[in-house]
């Protein structure tokens, strides 16, 4: 696998909405598109890395979530999610966006699944159960003292909803303390509807924004028609590559201008009016272009809550604010969101895998302190505040 950026951001999007066309997806976009942009700006920390997340997943999750909570957490959410006013209408939002995902071109699979696993002993209310069944996801008890075997039983559970290609999402020490799971899985195979030649498939260097070249790729290429065209507010040129016989679905490879850092573009696609995703297609019918596409591979885990909490949603996951009442009577808070994704790339279409698992724990209801990182201390006459000697506590051992 190359460990270069990839300089075009690429993202599965749906092409049109198959039945209801009255219902409005830009909740779901602008959130993905925040989503994206906090991702990459909180990944940028850790160096160059190629990544990609399914903001669907962790919206489906978050909006049931929603359901179950109450005061600054619910507004807090309702506002990032953008979710609509009526919790009924967001229920209908959720079951348009399954509806998209069921197709019946033989030359693509898709599915999306989710369960929520609650410990045994935990007692999830029944409006929340109600709220999880409109929401498509089933229910399992299960013990939680044996993490191992929890982390078994997850596994298995993502490794066949994504038809094998995420086989460790999670292990053992992670889910320490946790009292309720809840699992997402998305799964797209398709082939292009004009696929590449793979004899055409050339090694050829591939390059930064300032021209300097960051390595090699296996270069594909095909002369095909697609619409291309150019997006002066993102700064980017935009093709669009149709999957399967009837188009339903496409990938968009957004291509920054000379000179405009991806940052940017990245920055603009989370505030910029979501025009741009039909605007740069032309009326007639599209051109026959060269297109020189990198064979590529993407795998990435990404631990989403910073990334979330720079999106404005911080509630939901302080172990102290954090208000669910509508889950269970015990007082949860989120403490794990890790998603996984795997995508490729191929002559003959894309397989994209995405995993989310979040999970939640007991808030601690009085405060904590836990002197278990690097610390100051100091000895003090108490009456005069005089210091009598001060030190650090960094380099632990058992003594
Ligand atoms: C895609 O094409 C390959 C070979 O051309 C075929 O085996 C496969 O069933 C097709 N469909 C999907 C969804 O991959
Ligand atoms: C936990 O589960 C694993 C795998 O199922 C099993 O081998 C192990 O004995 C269990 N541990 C305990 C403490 O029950």
Request: charged share 25%; glycine share 4%.
């Amino acid at each position: 696998m190359w460990k270069v950026i990839a300089a075009a951001c690429v993202s599965l999007v749906l092409t049109a909405p198959l039945d209801d066309t009255r219902i409005d997806y830009t909740p779901i976009n602008q959130f993905a598109l925040r989503l994206l942009d906090n991702t990459y700006a909180y990944q940028e920390n850790f160096g160059r890395q190629n990544f990609a997340v399914s903001p669907l997943s962790v919206w489906s999750i978050f909006s049931l979530l929603a359901e179950g909570s109450a005061g600054d957490t619910f507004h807090e959410l309702m506002k990032e999610l953008q979710l609509p006013r009526d919790l009924s209408e967001t229920q209908g939002l959720h079951l348009a966006a399954e509806g998209i995902l069921r197709s019946t071109d033989p030359d693509l699979i898709v599915h999306k699944q989710s369960a929520m696993f609650p410990e045994c002993s935990l007692e999830i209310h029944q409006e929340f159960c109600q709220a999880a069944n409109m929401y498509r996801t089933d229910i399992y008890s299960v013990d939680t003292s044996n993490t191992t075997k929890l982390a078994d039983d997850i596994n298995y559970y993502i490794c066949v909803a994504t038809e094998g290609r995420i086989r460790n999402a999670v292990k053992a020490d992670i889910l320490q303390d946790l009292k309720l799971l809840i699992v997402d899985a998305l799964f797209f195979k398709a082939n292009w509807t004009h696929p590449f030649d793979p004899t055409e498939t050339k090694e050829d260097e591939f390059y930064n924004q300032q021209g300097k070249s960051l390595g090699r790729v296996n270069m594909m290429y095909h002369k095909a028609a697609h619409n291309v065209g150019d997006s002066n507010v993102l700064g980017a040129q935009i093709l669009e590559m149709a999957y399967g016989k009837n188009e339903e679905f496409s990938m968009l490879i957004l291509l920054p201008f000379e000179g405009m850092p991806l940052k940017r573009l990245l920055n603009n696609l989370a505030i910029a009016p979501l025009d741009w995703i039909s605007d740069f297609k032309r009326d007639d019918k599209p051109p026959e272009i060269d297109v020189f596409i990198p064979r590529f591979k993407v795998s990435s885990q990404i631990d989403l809550i910073p990334p979330l909490q720079y999106t404005g949603i911080r509630n939901i996951f302080d172990s102290e604010k954090a208000q669910l009442p509508g889950i269970s009577d015990s007082p949860l808070f989120v403490s794990k969101t890790i998603q996984n994704v795997e995508i490729e790339v191929t002559e003959e279409g894309t397989v994209a895998a995405a995993a989310t698992i979040v999970g939640l724990e007991n808030r601690f209801l009085s405060r904590r302190f836990e002197a278990n990182k690097e610390f100051v201390f100091m000895i003090t006459h108490r009456k005069s505040n005089v210091i009598l000697f001060a030190g650090v506590y960094s380099d632990p051992s058992v003594e």
